[in-house]
């Protein structure tokens, strides 16, 4: 008897490493389904979404057979793993309104062409870099996604309704090394504060509104309107960390129009240099 058990997805031969449990809508379905964005501005803003995953799953995946312990090299995987699925998923459809595959948009766009915060592009640095870093982050994608659930849009929100359940790990994850690393060790607690120190300066840039939102007004989400709750939830993770928001000036970051930190064209030589060596090879 022929299994149908695929039938619901847009490509019913997709590999089990592909299919998503239940009915959630994959890049590939994404690829498959007529829908594209409605307008240039509603491809440009999943184009900003795309870019933001894309570089953090790139980061992320550097820890890999680099985690203080063997546990961590696997949830740092799969939050990279997870984050790559929101990239592809954004990007596939962004690149529908210019005819483009998500491929042409990560292997073929120049370091300027692209839209990320500057905050997922630095470096991994130490334990404690990366987990403030997943924590500011985790906060401000729960939020964000958690919004973006109501936009009538139905691609993003449907997107976003799969990305927010894995968040939900990637938040949690996030919180408990923050508790573990604060209340932990005094090497521990310095380093923590230290990160905090040195990656709050980026965070200014997670709620700069940009022109594109007066575009998307009720498809989008204001970045603004994310600021005082994240920063009342980060205040209480850390407030029982035992440690503390940093007193730090922002700095001018313009990662949505394509002003980047020194960081980026590195991380695209090494993620774009086989597909640009080899174009249009396949598995």
Request: hydrophobic fraction near 40%; charged fraction near 25%; include cysteine.
């Amino acid at each position: 008897m022929p299994d149908h058990s695929l039938d619901s997805f847009g490509d019913a031969a997709a590999s089990a490493t592909r299919v998503t449990p239940g009915n959630a809508l994959r890049p590939e379905d994404i690829a498959l389904q007529q829908a594209a964005p409605s307008d240039d501005a509603v491809a440009r803003y999943a184009l900003h979404l795309g870019d933001d995953a894309l570089i953090l799953a790139q980061r992320l995946s550097h820890w890999i057979s680099r985690g203080p312990e063997l546990e961590e090299d696997v949830a740092l995987g799969n939050i990279a793993l997870d984050q790559l699925g929101h990239a592809r998923s954004f990007l596939s459809y962004a690149g529908k309104a210019w005819g483009q595959t998500e491929d042409d948009l990560a292997y073929f766009r120049e370091e300027e062409e692209f839209t990320s915060l500057h905050l997922v592009e630095q470096p991994n640095g130490d334990f404690a870099e990366t987990m403030v870093r997943g924590l500011f982050m985790a906060l401000y994608q729960h939020q964000l996604y958690a919004r973006l659930v109501h936009s009538p849009d139905e691609t993003i929100s449907a997107i976003s309704a799969k990305a927010l359940k894995e968040v939900d790990y990637h938040l949690e994850h996030a919180e408990l090394w923050t508790l573990r690393l604060g209340r932990g060790t005094e090497e521990s607690a310095r380093r923590m504060r230290a990160a905090l120190g040195k990656l709050w300066p980026y965070t200014d840039e997670l709620f700069q509104d940009e022109p594109l939102h007066d575009e998307l007004e009720g498809i989008a989400v204001r970045p603004s309107a994310l600021r005082a709750e994240w920063k009342d939830r980060l205040r209480d993770i850390l407030d029982r960390s035992e440690l503390a928001v940093p007193e730090v000036p922002a700095a001018l970051c313009l990662g949505r129009r394509g002003e980047h930190s020194e960081h980026l064209g590195y991380i695209l030589a090494e993620m774009q240099v086989l597909a640009r060596k080899h174009p249009g090879a396949t598995w």
